[in-house]
């Protein structure tokens, strides 16, 4: 997720040097700048009590340092105006859901259950391939 964010929405998928200590450097201030803002990211989704998927990455990342510029705190302004403004939208990821199994039922493996098994190759000939029969 922190590539695609670095490419698509930050637009920061070139080299601004040839030099490998500048590469570095780069590397790790885009990294550092993705980090923070999937922190953000996550931080509306949990104020406004919403899966992380309904807040618009692309939105927060064009008018986060703008609502930080008017001197608003960007998160309570995402939260309160989110919905409003449409950066808070029902995503159209389908969601799966797990069954809830009560702990009592539960039950722990047999003692000589086999978890794992031998390979079998079907006693394949590796070799190369004008081989064949």
Known sequence: ?????????????????SKTT??????WAVMIIAQILQALHMEIAGRAGVDP?????ALMVKYLPYSAYL?????TFFVENGRA???IRPSRRIQRYAPTVPPDQITPLPPDFTLSRTPRYAERKCGRGDERH
């Open 71 to 75: 001197g608003h705190d960007p998160v």
């Open 1 to 17: 997720m922190a590539f695609n964010l670095v490419k698509t929405h930050l637009h920061l998928h070139l080299l601004w040097s």
């Open 85 to 87: 403004a449409h950066f």
């Open 53 to 57: 998927a309904e807040v618009s990455m």
């Open 22 to 27: 500048v590469i570095v450097q780069q590397v």
